[in-house]
Every structure is written in C-alpha cells, then in structure tokens.
C-alpha cells in the first residue's frame, strides 16, 4: 500500500464540497491530573466539544462535509431522525438554519420524548420541522417514506445519518481532517505523536481517524468505544466500518483496503442500553470533572471515557503511551439526565 502525505491528505480535503461551520481547529487539552492520578499513559483532549455551533460536538465537523455536498447536489431539505435527544438532530437544525436549508427532524417517541429537554429543546429553536415517529417504527423507514413524499412534491430532499451510506462516509472523512489537527497541534508541542487515540463511536469518527492513521502509514492506534451494539438499528458492525474507511478514502481519491481485524470498536460500555446511563459512565464522568473540570455526557462522551479507564486499569494502556481522547459532545443531554445523574453522584 503507498504511503500518502500529510499535504496530499490536506489538499484531497481542500479539493471536496465543503461549507464552513466549526470554529477548527479544535484545542486539545493535556489532562495533568487525571494523568497523575490514573498512574498510566499521558492524557490529552481533543475538544470536538468546542466546535461551536450550538453547544458544539463531533457533527458540526461533520456537516461541513456532508451539507457541503448537499449544497453542491441542490439539496434544498434536509431530512434526519434519531433518539429524542439526538445530539445529530440539533447540530443539524442550527447547521440548516444558518444554510437557510429547511431541515425536517424526525424524534423518536421514547421515554426522553415528553419531557423537553436539553437537545430536544434547542433543536426548536432553529426552526425546523419536528415530525415525530412512535416509539416501535423503525426511523430508517420513516425518514425514506418522508423523502419520497417530499420527492412527489417536487423537493430536492437528502436523508442524513442512518440509513445514507454517503452521508455516514463524509462525515469519517471529516475525521481524516481531524487526525490531521492532532497530528500537527502533537507537532506543535514537540511531541510524539499519539500511540493511540479514542473516541466514542458508531463508525463514522473512528472510520475517518483510520483511514487517515493507515493512509500516512502511522502506527497510532484507533480505538472506537460504541455507546450502542446490535439490539439498536443504527449499530454498524466492524464490517461495516471497515467498509466506511475505504469510503472515506475514495472520496478522497485513495485506494485503501481495510481487514476488518484492524478495526477495534468495544460494545463492552453500552451498559444497559443506548440511551441509559452506565455506572462506569458515570464514575468517568465524575473522574474527569473533579480532576480537569471538564463534562461530558452519559449518552456517549462519559461512556467513551469509561473505555479508556477500563483500558488504562487492565493495563492494555501504560505509562509509556500517549493517548488522545476525542470529547465528540453532546453536552445538552445532561440536562435530560438529571435523575440518573444525581442517583450515581
Ligand atoms: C453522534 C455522536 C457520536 C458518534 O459519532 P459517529 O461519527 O457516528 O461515530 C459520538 N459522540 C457523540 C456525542 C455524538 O453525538
């Protein structure tokens, strides 16, 4: 397999659609107290927190990719449905907002449905068109049955998230563009770059993460910690992922082969379910607020950091390593939370 540069990778991105959304590139905070305290691999965070558009997170840097390639294709309606407090369905609303795209969002009537909250609650504020789904349909069939209705009344829709295999490939090549800001901002600091990098992930991050690590041909490894597994429909297998990799260097003109054994994506932190919060999740998420004052969320982020904790106490992880955790967001949640947050505090 040839090995690709750092300024053919940059300027394959700089040659695609793309809209200007995030504040990037993001900061990236070294941990000194949780580094001390857990005895094991230097720490840093990539705030993917910090992306800023409505409370920031991992898909406004997406989006840049994929609504620029719906802009460029004459998308004028954006389609996306998910878990009521979807951290997806919010980016978006702001994101179309600010596009002047009208944007249908399509909540799941699940048990954070009645109760308007974090995510939820912003998501209204951007003018989108809220069109729930009952709590047993499946989503991936609702958003198509809206789109060809929008079709017939001579729209231009795109369907976002699950169920569009080119819209889940663009936002990993968003990630291609965020291993690139790790590896210049470790640069930066006169330091070697990471060994391994984590983040929490149901594909799409953890894809662009290595298919840019096996494009330079760097050894850092990339570790995907998914806050779901295959009881949810939107949970993509290693196979799939391994599938979105190669995608993500297509678009980019790369020919890439991925085995499905370099992809190390753990449902061992799903807890209970999707969507509730585990107490490993929640032990992390107190660790790193009492240690670094930073939050993440029982949905995703404080289940993402509970996989690095686990790694780091069975020793998979040592002192010799230098790790990046990658915060993809989804702050609001908490404020749906706050029952089963005061139950572990
Ligand atoms: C959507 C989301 C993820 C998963 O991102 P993928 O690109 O699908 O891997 C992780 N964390 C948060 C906070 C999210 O909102």
Redesign the pocket.
Known sequence: MTIVSKAELSSALAALPRVRLAHLPTPIDYCPTLTKRLEGPKIWIKRDDCTGVAFG???VR?HEFILGDAVSRGVDVVIQGAASQS??SRQLAAAAARLGLDCILMPRKDAHYDHVQGNQLIARLFGAKIVPVDATASLKQAKEDMAARLKREGRNPAILGMGSQSALSL?AVAYVNAYLEISSQFEALDEAQPTHIY????????AGLQAAAMLLGHSTQIR?IN?MDSRNEAYEFPSAIAGQCEAAARILGFDLSVPVEEISNSTDWVGAGYGLPSADGQEASALLARTEGILV?P???GK?LSGLLGDIRSGLLTAKDRVVFIH???LPAIFSYADAILACT
């Open positions: 997170g991992n898909k997406q951290n997806q936002a983040a929490t992930s149901q594909g799409s991050t953890q995907g806050p969320d949905v995703y982020s993402g993809t967001g989804g």
